[in-house]
Structure formats: C-alpha cells, structure tokens
C-alpha cells in the first residue's frame, strides 16, 4: 500500500472526527482568541497538525492558554484517527495538515512549509 493511500483514510477520519469534535475541541472563546492572533500574525499552521508561535514573544497568556488548549484537543483527534487507521499520531498530524489545514488556511495566514520555515499565505 502506498503512502497516499493509506493516508488517505487517516485524513477522512481526522476530518470526521474534527466536525464531530469542534465544540470540544475547539471551544468559541479559544477559538476566537486564535484566529485574532492568527490575524496578528503570532500563531500560526505547523506543518504537524498543531498550532505554533510565528512571534512568540507577542502571545498573551490568553493566547497561549487557548493555542494550549486547541492544540489538546487535535492532539486527541490525532490519537484516535491514529488508532483507527494503524499509523502514529505523528503521521495522523502531519497528513490533518497536509489535506485539512492547508485548504481552509486564509490570505495572510501563516504556516510552516516541510523545512519548518514560518511562510505567510
């Protein structure tokens, strides 16, 4: 079975699971925290699934609480998508980034590109 194949279903599962799963995982106020830092350009898309700092001296506590908290929730998501599909909650990340993050990311987000390097969209 090729890598794209058997990734394939860890992405359908990390999308399913992440619909079923916004309100737990993504609660309004530490949503709405991220996306004005996302705005400001002090959080951003890691290229494994997770939130990470682009100006890390700029995040309040309340920002990193909710990239913290966030970033808890995919980390369950991964977990179970991994889990389901026989692969590690790494590659369940990095494949969630690859076909679900990277499409709803905005103009002026920013993501980190396979080197790591912060890249603004």
Not at 8 to 19: D, F, K, S
Not at 35 to 57: I, P, R, S, Y
Not at 59 to 72: F, K, M, Q
Not at 95 to 113: E, I, M, N
Request: no cysteine; proline share 3%.
């Amino acid at each position: 079975m090729t890598y794209r194949n058997l990734m394939a279903p860890v992405a359908a599962v990390v999308a399913t699971l992440a619909l079923a799963g916004a309100a737990h995982a993504d609660p309004a106020a530490a949503k709405a925290a991220v996306d004005a830092a996302k705005a400001q350009g002090v959080v951003g898309e890691q290229a494994d699934g997770f939130l990470g700092f682009v100006n890390a001296g700029a995040a309040s506590a309340e920002v990193r609480a909710a990239v913290a908290e966030i970033n808890a929730g995919r980390r369950q998501l991964y977990a179970q998508a991994a889990t389901q599909n026989g692969v590690s909650p790494a590659a369940a990340g990095a494949s969630a980034f690859r076909t679900v993050v990277q499409a709803k990311l905005r103009p002026g987000d920013f993501y980190q590109d396979a080197g790591g390097a912060w890249v603004k969209k």
